[in-house]
């Protein structure tokens, strides 16, 4: 796996062994969210379920100031932090722990946060729960993009957003949602 562009573009990055659990998104999915995503420079964001921190990387390498990476698999917290040390990256964390765990440390540490990347294992399906409760706790920036990456089309109320996007890959659906 490679990161597509930015600083880090070309550059490998490895993804967890753990298939059952862990589904890193293909480069050509990653290189059409980030066109269509813009220009991120500045950008505080989140990878929610990281695995291998594919897309924060991605954020990073497109000028993101600052990630997040969380996730409550062990291995995948391994792989993200190898990827990030192999890469020489300084402005990220990562959480060992479940996205409730993190919300809350959020919703404490009163964060502002501009982009959300969100890509739970599909069978989780909390999609809306989890957007609302950023949304609830004022945890998303003015101008916030969240970005869905699921196995079906995603309802979100149309309050939570100003603008929405869908594309579909195969059997991979992506959503942007702008506030």
Known sequence: ?????????????????????IRPTKDRIREAIFSALGDLTGYTGVDLYSGSGAMGIEGLSRG???????????????????????????????LYMDDESAIKLFIKEKRKIDILFLD??????????????????DLLSKHAIIVIESDRDVAIKEEYYSSRRDYKYGEIKVAILWR
């Open 1 to 21: 796996m490679r990161i597509v562009g930015g600083l880090y573009k070309r550059r490998i990055i490895t993804y967890p062994d753990d298939a059952e659990h």
């Open 64 to 94: 993101c100031k600052f990630m997040t990476f969380v996730d409550k698999n062990k291995i995948a917290i391994e792989t993200t932090k190898k990827n990030i040390s192999s890469l020489g990256i300084n402005n990220a964390e990562v």
């Open 120 to 137: 739970p294992p599909y069978k989780l399906g909390r999609y809306e729960e989890i957007i609302s409760t950023f949304i609830e706790n």
